[in-house]
C-alpha cells in the first residue's frame, strides 16, 4: 500500500508519497501561513494532502501527519505546540471530518525518530533516541521499530527538563529548559542577552571555528549544558543510538567537544552510547510521518 506523510511545521508543510517499497514518488511543499490562523492551516493541509492522493491516482494509501506538540489523550486537543494557534484545537478530529478518513497525528519528533530508525542512523538499533534541535528541541522514543508515546504523550519530550529551575522562561511557562539553552532560538537568545548584540547561529559558528573569544566563551557553555542534559537523557533510557538533526546538529564540534561533556556528565565509568548525526536528513519528518500512518 501507498503512504501519505505530512509534516506540518511552522513555516512549511511538506507532505510526500512512499510507494508499497517504501521509495519516493511524489513529494510538495506549500507554505503554512500560520498568521492566518488554525482554520486556513487545516485548509492548506486538505489541499495538499488531495494533491499527494491525486499523484497516485487515489490508489489505496495510509496518511500520517507529524506536528509540534502531540494530542492530548485527555481531551483529544493539541497541545504543547509552538505553532500556538494550533494549542488547544481538536486537530484531529477536524482533520478527519474534513477528510472523510482515519488519520494518524505524531508529534514531529516522534515521526523523525521513526524515520531515522527505519532507515537512516539508528537501523538495526533496539531503543533509539532522536533528537532535533532547530527553533525549538524536541525528542522522540523508538522501540523495536515502535514509537514509545507515553499516557500523556509526552514520551521524549527532553526540550522541557529544567537544567537551571532559575533559569531564563520558556514558552512552556517553565525556567531553565533544555529548550531556553541548546534549541537554535535558545542559543541566539542567550547570545543576545550575554553580549547585547543579535548573531545567527551559522554566524557564531563561524566566528567559533574563526577563533573568536566571545564564540569560544559562549559555546563552551552551550557543550556544557547539552552534556548536562544529554547525560540526564542517557541515565533514563541508557538508548542503543542517540541521533541528533535540526539546525544545531549541523555544528560538527557538537559530536567532539559536547560528546566530551556528556562523557562528563553521564552516570557511569564510559559512555557507551553513540550520539551521531542524522542520516535520513530534512527529509526525516515527513518520512516518518508517512511510516506512522493509519
Not at 517504501?22 to 488554525?38: A, H, L, M, Q, W
Not at 482554520?39 to 509540534?68: C, F, M, Q
Not at 534541535?133 to 527538563?161: D, F, L, N, R
Request: net charge neutral; with cysteine.
Amino acid at each position: 500500500m501507498y503512504r501519505i506523510g505530512i509534516d506540518l511545521g511552522g513555516t512549511k508543510i511538506e507532505g510526500i508519497v512512499l510507494d508499497p517499497e517504501g521509495k519516493e514518488v511524489f513529494r510538495k511543499r506549500i507554505p503554512t501561513e500560520k498568521e492566518k490562523g488554525y482554520e486556513h492551516i487545516l485548509h492548506n493541509i486538505v489541499a495538499l494532502y488531495g494533491d499527494l492522493a491525486r499523484s497516485i491516482g487515489n490508489k489505496p494509501h495510509t496518511i500520517g501527519i507529524g506536528t509540534p506538540g502531540a494530542i492530548s489523550p485527555r481531551t483529544g486537543l493539541l497541545k504543547n505546540s509552538n505553532t500556538v494557534c494550533m494549542i488547544g484545537k481538536p486537530v484531529k478530529v477536524d482533520l478527519e471530518k474534513m477528510l472523510g478518513r482515519k488519520v494518524e497525528i505524531q508529534n514531529d519528533a516522534n515521526c523523525f525518530a521513526m524515520a531515522e530508525a527505519l532507515f537512516g542512523a539508528g537501523k538495526g538499533k533496539k531503543l533509539v533516541f532522536g533528537v532535533i534541535m532547530g527553533t525549538g528541541c524536541g525528542g522522540g522514543i523508538v522501540y523495536k521499530g515502535e514509537v514509545i508515546t507515553g499516557p500523556q504523550a509526552i514520551a521524549g519530550e527532553w526540550g522541557h527538563m529544567s537544567i537551571d529551575p532559575n533559569g531564563p522562561k520558556c514558552y512552556c511557562g517553565q525556567r531553565g529548559c533544555v529548550e531556553v539553552y541548546i534549541s537554535g532560538g535558545g542559543l541566539e537568545n542567550r547570545y543576545a542577552e550575554a553580549y547585547g548584540v543579535r548573531k545567527t547561529l551559522p554566524q557564531i559558528e563561524s566566528e567559533y571555528y574563526a577563533g573568536d573569544a566571545k564564540a569560544r566563551e559562549f559555546m563552551a557553555v552551550f557543550f556544557r549544558n547539552f552534556g548536562r542534559a544529554m547525560a540526564n537523557l542517557i541515565d533514563i533510557l541508557d538508548p542503543d543510538i542517540v541521533v541528533l538533526g535540526g539546525g544545531v546538529s549541523k555544528f560538527d564540534a557538537i559530536y567532539t567537544e559536547g560528546v566530551e561533556q556528556v562523557r562528563r556528565f553521564v552516570f557511569s565509568d564510559s559512555l557507551e552510547t553513540p550520539i551521531v548525526k542524522h542520516q535520513v536528513g530534512d527529509s526525516a519528518g515527513v518520512i516518518g510521518a508517512a511510516l506512522i500512518g493509519v
